[in-house]
């Protein structure tokens, strides 16, 4: 009998046991360990951002002696920031605005080189900013007489011509000037400029390379050919006779049969 009351008494405490929930049955203490903090990231120094410099000029060659300008612009500078332009020339001088961000320059004197490059070193920055550049300026030299010539066989014009056209470039020009003489055919320099150019233009010389000129008149009839670099001041004609002085030999009459 007393068995059967302590089986009783075991299923009764098992059942009200699984009745309860697992949550009150364990009932976990509170985590007391020290939670993990965000890093704090100290501030550093501020980024420095230079800024640009861009220099600029012509870009078509100039005639030598003509002034020119170079031209510094900086992007992003804080305008509170004194700069300082210091420029500097590979040739020419500068007329004016060295120290500023404009200068004038007078390209006489190139050199043999036929450029002038201007250097400039910008100042006022922190030494991170470190600022230069350069850019140039292509000079045209003067007009130089290549060859002359007065009436000749066709074999040596030819000749001129082959040995003219070889030294034209696509950065030059090529001038014909033609000067009848005193005692001539009427048309003369102009119809023989006429074939030179025919002559030039088949042989591979482009138009707009060539510039052909009737010139007057001189004692001689005579050609000059002369190599002009784009740029440089193109020679003008001179003739030695005026045109009033010439006195073109008369036709003589055509005899009419009777």
């Given amino acids: 009998m007393k068995k059967a009351i302590i089986a009783t008494i075991a299923v ?3 059942t009200v046991m699984f009745s309860i929930p697992l949550s009150a049955q364990q009932t976990p203490e509170p985590d007391k360990s020290p939670k993990p ?23 078509q060659p100039v005639r030598e002696g003509v002034p020119v300008k170079f031209t510094a612009t900086l992007v992003g500078a804080d305008p509170k920031i004194p700069v300082a332009f210091d420029w500097y020339l590979s040739a020419g001088v500068i007329n004016r605005g060295q120290g500023t961000a404009v200068i004038e320059v007078n390209t006489a004197g190139a050199g043999a080189n036929r450029e002038i490059v201007a250097n400039l070193l910008v100042g006022g920055f922190p030494p991170e900013c470190v600022m230069t550049a350069s850019t140039s300026v292509p000079v045209a ?5 290549v ?11 030819t000749a001129r011509l082959d040995r003219f056209a070889s030294y034209i470039t696509p950065t030059d020009i090529g001038y014909v000037f033609g000067y009848g003489g005193r005692t001539g055919v009427r048309g003369y320099a102009n119809e023989s400029l006429r074939k030179m150019r025919t002559y030039l233009l088949k042989n591979g010389v482009s138009s707009s390379n060539l510039v052909f000129v009737d010139g007057g008149y001189r004692e001689e009839a005579t050609f000059e050919l002369w190599l002009v670099p784009r740029g440089s001041e193109a020679p003008r004609a001179s003739p030695t006779v005026s045109s009033k002085e010439i006195v073109f030999p008369k036709r003589a009459p055509v005899k009419r049969k009777p």
């Fill in 141 to 145: 030299g003067p007009a130089q007489k």
């Fill in 37 to 59: 903090t965000a890093a704090t990231t100290p501030a550093g120094p501020p980024v420095l951002t230079c800024p640009q410099l861009d220099l600029k000029t012509v870009t």
């Fill in 12 to 14: 009764t405490v098992l």
């Fill in 147 to 157: 060859d002359e010539f007065g009436e000749v066989k066709d074999e040596e014009e």
